[in-house]
């Protein structure tokens, strides 16, 4: 199936990236994480003394002729890592720039968690991509292999934004399906006042969180000239203001409201990246997915 | 030379208020925009009422269109300009050459005498020429008509000045309009005039004035004051039968019909009936006595003053006497020739005016384009406004390489 999703150029550029699990990998299976279960397996984890009911195959004879006990041969099992990406669709993540319209932060939303399912795939880990908004929790349940990650994608497709950040009684299921020991990358606008007691929440649990924020040009650099009425999409909040005028107070403010978040985020032990949307994708991810 | 042959036209461009108002008010909206981070945003109002215009050079092209398409309606034309010329004096008949000299006073003026072909008026130096001028300014002309080819023949540059008798004879019934500049300069003297051809007889005939051997009637109506006149009327009758003219008098109190006519009536009845006014204006002669007219020709008068004066009414004359008609109220009564000079008065064919003063008959000065023929501008106007306006397109349409500010 060709991708419509990702271009080849940046298809090209995600090879390079991997997901690197603080935390041991509590699944079964064979994968490329170091996992907690021990057992038969390639690398060399320990000897431990026979118990009744080892297999005798697993006995290392060798170190039994030099030390006359029963000792069994260990080896750390590579396990395969759960990937969670979590979409924010309230409305005010249908934010786009006035150079740009069609590139609205969902949409680089969307490109990023399917470039996230593509890295989760090529190193055969399982993904699973939810999308979070007031108006309904949809999500497109974890799995592996190249036709999941096909249908995450086409499960991106029909995702919509709408509403404000859901309540917690909206995010039950959530925590039903993502598992301790996985990794779970929230894509949103960090404009959110409840994404940090949140992703605060996931932490705490023993997952691995990052975060992934996005921001518009115009939230960056501010180039308006003249009177406008600007318009809070989710709320419906006005305030007139003259764009040359405000420019500089809110560019403080609005880099001084990202440093807060970040560190917050990050007393949590939560890793935040900030994305502006005209980065190329993968340049978030690479920061993102970076080895500590 | 650029003149406008329609120009009301330009009254379009009243519509220049309509881009400049546009590009202001799209400068003064304020856009809404929708804006996730609007809470870090605090309201500011615009630093201080400025009227700014949005794209400027917009404005113009269109202002220029605009401009253009309001001369446009003006239809412009484009007409040689000539260059200026010598003045002409032109010196009407019935004004002697050096007088007309001596009241212009134009050294680089060409002159003329009004007449067939403009002859050169002779200056004082040349006395057979100024014989044959004196000949040419005896003999009567045409003056409107010779005044309009005049007009039409020079050029439009030439400025003329009309040198003309006071008493101005041979008009014609239509004011004189000159699309030259033209100064009229009334001198003393008067226009000589035709020998008159004869009188009218169907003129004649409406007034009352019978044919030879028929009696002429007069029609004699007075009340109670009226009736101390009727011995004067009837003395007149009796001098006037003397001279052996026949007359057949009616004479009647002032409420009985009057004869139909043609007949004199003498109305000695006080305030002249609107009945006998529309009967004056049909052509009917009509004497009333004790009504001081204050205008009219002065007819009759006496060492003491106008004592008869002649107004005229529609075809026909109302006459005026100005006291009672008694002998003790007018010493011109009594005057041995008055019957025949009030004879003279009545039976006097009527004239129509031969002349009139030149200052009330000054030409009026009206504009005339058929001077030289007007090329008309509008075609290219019309092409230099499409390749405007396909400039203004290509600026409005262009791709703004900055936002909208």
């Known amino acids: 199936m060709p ?13 390079g990236l991997r997901f690197a699990s603080r935390h041991p990998a509590l699944r079964q299976g064979l994968g490329q994480h170091q996992g907690r279960s021990r057992g038969a397996g390639l690398e060399f984890e320990q000897y ?8 005798p195959r697993r006995v290392d004879w060798k170190l039994y002729a030099r030390s006359d006990r029963f000792f069994v041969r260990e080896a750390a099992r590579d396990s395969p890592l759960s990937v969670w990406v979590l979409l924010d669709a309230s409305a005010s993540m249908a934010q786009a720039d006035a150079a740009r319209p069609a590139y609205s932060k969902f949409a680089a939303a969307k490109l990023l968690a399917a470039c996230l399912a593509e890295v989760a795939t ?10 979070l908004s007031s108006k309904g929790v949809a999500v497109a349940p974890s799995g592996s292999g190249a036709r999941h990650r096909d249908r995450l994608w086409l499960a991106l497709e029909p995702m919509r934004t709408q509403g404000e950040w859901p309540i ?17 990358v929230i894509i949103s606008d960090g404009l959110d006042a409840a994404l940090p007691a949140f992703a605060a929440r996931l932490a705490a649990a023993r997952r691995q969180v990052l975060s992934l924020g996005l921001i518009s040009c115009e939230e960056r650099d501010f180039p308006f000239v003249g009177g406008y009425v600007f318009v809070d999409p989710e709320t419906g909040a006005e305030c007139r203001s003259d764009g040359a005028a405000a420019r500089a107070e809110f560019l403080a403010r609005f ?3 990202r440093t807060a978040l970040a560190r917050e985020l990050a007393r949590c032990g939560i890793r935040h990246v900030d994305h502006c949307l005209d980065e190329a994708p993968d340049v978030p991810l690479r920061r993102l997915l970076a080895r500590a | 030379m650029i003149e406008l042959l329609a120009p009301a036209g330009l009254a379009a461009a009243a519509a220049l208020v309509v881009p400049v108002i546009v590009h202001l008010v799209r400068r003064s909206d304020r856009r809404v925009l929708s804006f996730a981070a609007m809470r870090y945003l605090r309201s500011r109002a615009h630093p201080r009422a400025r009227l700014r215009v949005d794209r400027p050079l917009l404005l113009a092209l269109r202002l220029m269109l605009l401009a253009g398409l309001a001369v446009l309606l003006a239809l412009p034309a484009w007409r040689e300009h000539a260059s200026p010329a010598r003045p002409w004096v032109v010196v009407a008949p019935g004004v002697d050459a050096l007088a007309a000299r001596a009241a212009v006073h134009a050294p680089l003026a060409e002159w003329h005498r009004l007449g067939n072909g403009f002859p050169p008026l002779p200056d004082a130096t040349d006395a057979a020429a100024l014989a044959a001028d004196a000949r040419l300014a005896a003999e009567p002309a045409p003056i409107n008509t010779l005044l309009r080819q005049l007009d039409r023949d020079l050029l439009p540059t030439v400025a003329l000045t009309l040198v003309v008798p006071e008493s101005l004879a041979d008009l014609d019934a239509e004011r004189l309009q000159l699309g030259h500049a033209a100064t009229w300069v009334p001198v003393l003297g008067s226009s000589p005039v035709r020998p008159p051809a004869g009188g009218a007889p169907d003129a004649d005939r409406a007034r009352g004035i019978a044919p030879a051997g028929a009696a002429l009637r007069i029609a004699v109506r007075y009340d109670a004051v009226g009736a101390s006149e009727l011995p004067i009327v009837r003395a007149l009758g009796a001098a006037w039968a003397a001279d052996g003219r026949a007359i057949a008098w009616d004479i009647a109190a002032s409420d009985a019909p009057l004869p139909p006519p043609p007949a004199w009536v003498f109305w000695l009845g006080g305030a002249v009936p609107e009945s006998l006014r529309a009967r004056t204006r049909a052509g009917a002669q009509v004497l009333v006595t004790r009504l001081a007219a204050s205008c009219g020709e002065v007819v009759l008068d006496s060492p003491r003053g106008a004592v008869l004066r002649a107004q005229v009414l529609g075809q026909g004359r109302l006459l005026c006497w100005t006291d009672a008609l008694r002998a003790d109220a007018s010493q011109a009564l009594v005057a041995p020739d008055f019957p025949q000079r009030l004879w003279s008065v009545l039976a006097a064919p009527m004239r129509v005016p031969a002349s009139a003063p030149a200052r009330s008959v000054a030409p009026l000065a009206v504009t005339r384009d058929d001077f030289a023929p007007a090329r008309s ?10 390749a405007l306006f396909l400039v203004e397109r290509l600026v409005a349409t262009r791709r703004r390489t900055r936002p909208a500010a």
């Open chain 2, 377 to 386: 501008l509008v075609p290219p106007l019309a092409a230099a406004l499409a």
């Open chain 1, 122 to 131: 090529l190193q055969g880990d399982s993904c699973g991509i939810a999308s």
């Open chain 1, 48 to 55: 431990r003394a026979y118990e009744p009911g080892d297999e």
């Open chain 1, 3 to 15: 991708c419509v999703l990702i271009p080849d150029d940046l298809r090209t550029r995600l090879r």
């Open chain 1, 255 to 257: 880099t001084a409201a």
């Open chain 1, 168 to 184: 917690e009684a909206q995010l039950a299921p959530l925590w039903e399906r993502i598992l301790p020991e996985t990794v779970v």
